[in-house]
């Protein structure tokens, strides 16, 4: 639900999430606010009752635009209403699983200084930002929500594998991974990735996403449960990296 249907739609044309639609296995639609608004300059923004600066988002609006969308809703069906504001829940790896369990999602996108309370206690289930910064509206963050969601779909990706082995999938960041020429000015690729050995190359791998994670998201690693495989490279990268001797 946006004020901005072209914007969603013309990053849609070149979106991964199209792709899926064309394989039938997601469906996005763009609906425009303005459509339900109720006079002939199709307002969908006034002033704040109590007085200060900028406009608001009406409430019947948004309300109509839901409600007209969901008039199928089944008896029991859950579809999630989100909201993209810069005062909700931080989008997380974890958040965006699951929304992708859901058959349905509504999302609905913001502009001027922000919408009638009423919108969020009376409509909305969710609300999502997607950083500390605050955007001109919600188009953009409505539009990683659905492209990060898209993901997880599966077939969506080449190969499932994919998905899974990316950064905060397993809660871990991914490691450096290189592809041809294997040396390129003087620089070269680990030998161990050129040595054809599955088991030292998955080693390698779970060791470098521990030590990168560790050098950049120390955070990460206390929301996970560590093997004592895992506890012995990080002993193996606390050797090597003295700098990180004090995490963990
Ligand atoms: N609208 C404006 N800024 C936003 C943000 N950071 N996240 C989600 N929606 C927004």
């Given at each position: 639900?946006?004020?901005?249907?072209?914007?969603?739609?013309?990053?849609?044309?070149?979106?991964?999430?199209?792709?899926?639609?064309?394989?039938?296995?997601?469906?996005?639609?763009?609906?425009?606010?303005?459509?339900?608004?109720?006079?002939?300059?199709?307002?969908?923004?006034?002033?704040?009752?109590?007085?200060?600066?900028?406009?608001?988002?009406?409430?019947?609006?948004?309300?109509?635009?839901?409600?007209?969308?969901?008039?199928?809703?089944?008896?029991?069906?859950?579809?999630?209403?989100?909201?993209?504001?810069?005062?909700?829940?931080?989008?997380?790896?974890?958040?965006?699983?699951?929304?992708?369990?859901?058959?349905?999602?509504?999302?609905?996108?913001?502009?001027?200084?922000?919408?009638?309370?009423?919108?969020?206690?009376?409509?909305?289930?969710h609300e999502v930002s997607i950083g500390d910064y605050v955007l001109s509206g919600g188009e953009l963050p409505?539009?990683?929500?659905?492209?990060?969601?898209?993901?997880?779909?599966?077939?969506?990706?080449?190969?499932?594998?994919?998905?899974?082995?990316?950064s905060y999938a397993d809660g871990l960041l991914e490691y450096p991974?290189?592809?041809?020429?294997?040396?390129?000015?003087?620089?070269?690729?680990?030998?161990?990735?050129?040595?054809?050995?599955?088991?030292?190359?998955?080693?390698?791998?779970?060791?470098?996403?521990?030590?990168?994670?560790?050098?950049?998201?120390?955070?990460?690693?206390?929301?996970?449960?560590?093997?004592?495989?895992?506890?012995?490279?990080?002993?193996?990268?606390?050797?090597?990296?003295?700098?990180?001797?004090?995490?963990?």
């Amino acid at each position: 639900m946006t004020l901005f249907p072209e914007m969603c739609q013309a990053v849609y044309n070149d979106a991964l999430f199209n792709i899926a639609s064309n394989k039938g296995l997601m469906e996005y639609h763009v609906h425009n606010i303005r459509d339900y608004s109720h006079d002939r300059h199709r307002t969908v923004d006034d002033y704040t009752f109590g007085g200060g600066a900028g406009m608001l988002m009406k409430p019947e609006p948004i309300f109509e635009a839901v409600e007209d969308v969901l008039s199928d809703k089944k008896e029991g069906e859950e579809i999630p209403i989100i909201l993209m504001t810069p005062q909700g829940k931080k989008l997380s790896h974890a958040m965006v699983r699951e929304f992708s369990c859901y058959d349905r999602l509504v999302i609905i996108c913001g502009h001027y200084e922000g919408f009638d309370e009423r919108v969020r206690e009376h409509l909305v289930t969710h609300e999502v930002s997607i950083g500390d910064y605050v955007l001109s509206g919600g188009e953009l963050p409505a539009l990683v929500l659905c492209d990060a969601i898209s993901r997880l779909v599966p077939g969506v990706l080449g190969s499932d594998e994919s998905a899974q082995t990316d950064s905060y999938a397993d809660g871990l960041l991914e490691y450096p991974q290189y592809t041809r020429p294997p040396e390129y000015r003087g620089w070269k690729v680990p030998d161990i990735l050129l040595s054809g050995d599955h088991g030292k190359v998955d080693k390698w791998r779970r060791k470098e996403s521990l030590r990168r994670t560790m050098q950049r998201r120390p955070d990460l690693l206390e929301g996970i449960s560590l093997s004592k495989q895992d506890l012995k490279l990080i002993e193996e990268i606390k050797e090597e990296n003295p700098e990180l001797q004090d995490l963990i």
